[in-house]
């Protein structure tokens, strides 16, 4: 009979924690058994796991990464692979998105594998994650309009969630998106709906395939409208404040600039308003913006103030759908028998200062 008045804690326990053989030494258990009761497999008696609870937690055990992963078959580590061939995704739309899944991976228990991939090695380090068991699943970050990683990663039966969406057949993988689309044929809509039929849209990379959606969405209301799109009124790359800044003056240099200006990004549209600022212009009087906003947390009020924002926008939270990215891939790792999960999520316009009161 074991006394259970060993297991209690002192100060001499808590700063010198044990190992699983030591522990299993103590209970008179097998180290298998003693794991396995540790991590709830059923063929372990409740009587005992909670015995073997009770010492792990009297003895301050706390069990080592490789000694979970060989008892659950996990790695309890999920893989976020950052392409850097074409641009950088570790800008605040990133940070805000793993801030979000980091919430979720926390809660289950899971850490993160952050791996930056040059250009040309972004297969390989899949190919490594799968054969060497580094990670029990991944996120799909920034999928273009044709997207390969998909294709691979069924392949080799990594489980994974893409942030987006690609190609034709999206119900034989997991996705979460915003309808880029309708987003910005709504927010052009409504800059035609105030007078404006000169419209610039400052684009994201359209090898994107978000990029390439609220092409679609722009172009759509125009359309709808009657009014002619204009290649000259139409620009794309990687969205920085600089390529806002410099896109801005581009067009306002134009024989006939557009009275409004549509940014796919929060950060090329700060880099328009100073171009308005250095031009004299203002933003709101002189010339309307409407720019997409993933709410991201350095630009939002530190206690919650209810004041009217500055950029109207397209609005929806990167960091609410990095924690539903994750939610929704550590799913699919619980159980691969599950059907795909697809969700397609509506951003909202918000009246901001930078167009007509409504």
């Keep these: 009979m074991i006394n259970s008045n060993r297991f209690e804690k002192s100060e001499t326990m ?3 924690p044990i190992n699983l053989k030591k522990l299993s030494e103590i209970l008179g258990l097998s180290q298998t058994t003693v794991s396995r009761a ?3 497999f059923p063929e372990v008696s409740e009587k005992t796991r909670v015995r073997v609870q009770q010492a792990a937690d009297g003895l301050n055990y706390r ?29 605040p739309h990133f940070s805000d998105f793993l801030a979000g899944a980091s919430e979720a991976y926390a809660a289950a ?28 699943g991944v996120v799909v970050h920034g999928p273009k309009t044709v997207e390969p990683r998909i294709d691979l990663l069924k392949s080799i039966n990594l489980p994974f969630v893409v942030h987006g969406r690609s190609g034709s057949d999206t119900d034989t993988y997991s996705w979460l998106d915003v309808n880029n689309l309708n987003a910005f044929q709504q927010g052009t809509q409504l800059l035609i709906d105030q007078g404006h039929t000169r419209i610039a849209l400052v684009n994201g990379l359209e ?58 990004s929060i950060l090329p549209a700060m880099g328009g308003v100073r171009a308005l600022n250095e031009l004299g212009l ?19 009020s530190p206690d919650g103030e209810n004041t009217t924002p500055f950029f109207t926008s397209i609005s929806s939270s990167i960091q609410a759908a990095g924690k539903r990215v994750a939610e929704m891939l550590l799913a699919q790792i619980d159980d691969s028998s599950r059907s ?19």
């Excluded at 040059?118 to 060497?132: K, L, Q, T, V």
């Excluded at 404040?241 to 306002?252: I, P, R």
């Excluded at 203002?282 to 939002?300: H, M, P, W």
Aim: proline share 4%; glycine share 6%.
């Design 14 to 16: 808590a700063s010198a």
């Design 38 to 40: 540790l991590n709830g």
């Design 63 to 91: 069990p080592s990464p490789s000694a979970a992963s060989l008892a659950t078959g996990k790695t309890r580590a999920i893989g976020h692979v950052i392409p850097i061939s074409e641009h950088r995704m570790i800008n």
């Design 109 to 136: 228990g899971y850490d993160i594998l952050l791996r930056m991939a040059p250009a040309g090695e972004e297969e390989d380090i899949y190919r490594d994650f799968a054969s060497r068991r580094r990670v029990d």
């Design 207 to 264: 090898s994107m395939n978000f990029a390439l959606r609220r092409r679609a969405g722009f172009e759509a209301a125009l359309e709808a409208n009657n009014i002619a799109a204009d290649s000259r009124y139409i620009c794309s790359a990687d969205m920085t404040e600089t390529y806002g800044h410099d896109a801005t003056v581009a067009q306002l240099a134009l024989k006939n600039p557009p009275t409004a200006l549509m940014f796919a």
């Design 282 to 300: 203002r933003a709101g009087k002189d010339v309307a913006i409407i720019t997409y906003d993933d709410q991201l947390s350095f630009l939002q």
């Design 340 to 358: 795909p999960l697809n969700e397609l999520w509506e951003a909202e316009i918000v009246q901001g200062q930078t167009t007509k009161q409504t």
